[in-house]
């Protein structure tokens, strides 16, 4: 059991944050939600209901806690200027918490006890008990209310954040600038993901087949000293090495966000535009475990190896729309550009077999190996047409032989203006296009509906089918 003891607000409680005077404006964030202790409605009148609501930051969600020198704290509300009370001074499990102008009495005054990590319990003084979320709810606007003691229920244990923390600055060397980003693996080519999508607290977090949606889409966000923080955009959680712990094969899950640095990494860059990321508080790296290839496989935290498994390549996040509004052609829209072009129907990227430099390479799609030959540069060359250029081998996409015929395989080969190298792109749906050889208005799509890395691209009248659309990821 964790032992407690009168908490003065000594900086040691406080992993994540620099030292505070005893007296001082904090937010108090909830371990069990994440939200943040406000106002209803940011309320100015005496009684109004205390809850929780999103860290949003609003001076309702700032509290000024000032030590009454006897171990206890008056604990008042900066926007209202009124004090945290229970209500009408009640002593029973489930008595509201309000505000109140301060006058002074014992259910206005309250010890902060501390708890494992830098948490705290906030416990009224009348009635030794503390203030918790009703009802374990995690939604924002759920009341809060005092209730006794059950020793390690999270839903009572809160993290106090100073409001005058330094502003982030991100540090100009660091290999990643503030975004929302796909995480491809170096190693399987798989992308991180919550699994099965989930929004629940404690998900676990996994590689899976490039599908763009937004549980495949992580918003890195600066925090202090140079870390981040790494949230998922369909969950709002973000990444969290389970339990803090600091040993290998830690499980990685998402978590509400509470200031920890187990929540917090820093991003080292790797060589080859790859990077690392390691836990704040073990100075791990996050690995895909055990070298698995499959859909499904596990994140775990390891020691640093600098492996391929270890390694991980940030790709600008697809958009939630169209990528453009100018009608059904792109003609101009993407060019200059480079892209991955990532196939709807199984997740795979455009690629050149072998990554070959020869004349006549096939094309194909394959596992996200983040190479240049997976990069294709854009190039208008009138009238709403491209030639499409592989990085790797500069020779561009073909049709073979200037064929007319569905099925006939798509190829590189030099650039001789010929419209069967020049191809329209057209939006198509969620964000996805499609690309049209000008000979033929034909699509390039992927051959059959194979799901399996390898699969040959052809051209084939369009019909709208999965395999004839593409995600373009600008690099």
């Given amino acids: 059991m964790v032992m407690r003891t009168r908490l003065l607000l000594a900086a040691a409680a406080f992993g994540c944050c620099a030292a505070v005077p005893a007296d001082g ?25 205390v809850q929780v609501a999103d860290f949003d930051k609003y001076p309702s969600q700032e509290w000024e806690f000032k030590n009454l020198n006897d171990g206890f704290f008056v604990i008042t509300n900066v926007n209202s200027g009124f004090a945290l009370e229970v209500a009408a001074g009640s002593q029973l499990d489930g008595a509201n918490i309000i505000q109140y102008s301060y006058i002074g009495s014992p259910n206005q005054q309250f010890g902060v006890l501390e708890e494992a990590d830098g948490f705290v319990t906030i416990q009224s003084r009348h009635a030794g008990k503390p203030i918790q979320i009703y009802g374990w709810k995690m939604y ?53 993901q919550v699994e099965y999508g989930s929004t629940d607290r404690q998900a676990d977090v996994e590689v899976s087949t490039g599908t763009f949606g937004p549980h495949q889409q992580w918003r890195f966000v600066p925090v202090e000293d140079g870390f981040w923080k790494i949230e998922n955009l369909n969950s709002g959680h973000v990444l969290h090495v389970e339990d803090a712990s600091e040993e290998d094969g830690a499980n990685v899950i998402q978590y509400p966000y509470l200031h920890l640095p187990h929540q917090q990494f820093a991003i080292e860059a790797a060589g080859d535009g790859y990077i690392t990321i390691l836990s704040r508080h073990a100075n791990k790296a996050i690995e895909l475990y055990a070298w698995e290839m499959d859909d499904g496989a596990e994140l775990k935290q390891q020691s640093s190896s600098g492996q391929p498994n270890q390694q991980w390549m940030l790709v600008d996040a ?49 596992n996200g190996t983040f190479a240049s030959s997976q990069l294709w540069k854009f190039t208008d060359v009138g009238d709403d047409y491209y030639k499409i250029e592989n990085v790797n081998s500069g020779l561009v996409m073909e049709v073979a032989a200037q064929s007319y015929s569905d099925g006939v395989y798509i190829q590189q080969f030099t650039y001789n203006q010929g419209p069967s190298q020049q191809f329209e792109v057209r939006e198509a749906i969620d964000g996805y296009v499609s690309i049209h050889a000008r000979h033929t208005d034909s699509a390039v799509g992927m051959d059959g509906f194979s799901l399996e890395s390898g699969a040959y691209v052809t051209q084939y009248e369009y019909i709208g089918g999965a395999n004839q659309q593409w995600i373009l990821m600008k690099v």
Wanted: charged share 15%.
């Fill in 318 to 366: 697809p958009p939630t729309g169209p990528p453009v509004t100018v009608g059904p052609s792109m003609g101009g829209t993407l060019s200059g550009n480079t892209y991955y072009l990532g196939n709807k129907y199984n997740g795979r990227y455009l690629d050149v077999e072998g990554a070959s430099t020869e004349l006549s390479a096939r094309l194909q799609v394959n």
């Fill in 25 to 49: 404006r904090y937010y108090v964030l909830n371990k069990f939600s994440g939200k943040a202790l406000d106002i209803v409605d940011a309320s100015l009148d005496e009684m109004a209901d």
């Fill in 140 to 192: 924002g606007g759920a009341s809060v209310s005092q209730w006794a003691s059950t020793g390690q229920n999270i839903h009572q244990t809160w993290k106090l954040i100073p409001v005058d923390m330094p502003a982030v600055v991100p540090d100009a060397l660091s290999p990643v600038v503030a975004g929302i980003y796909l995480i491809g693996n170096r190693y399987s080519g798989k992308y991180v």
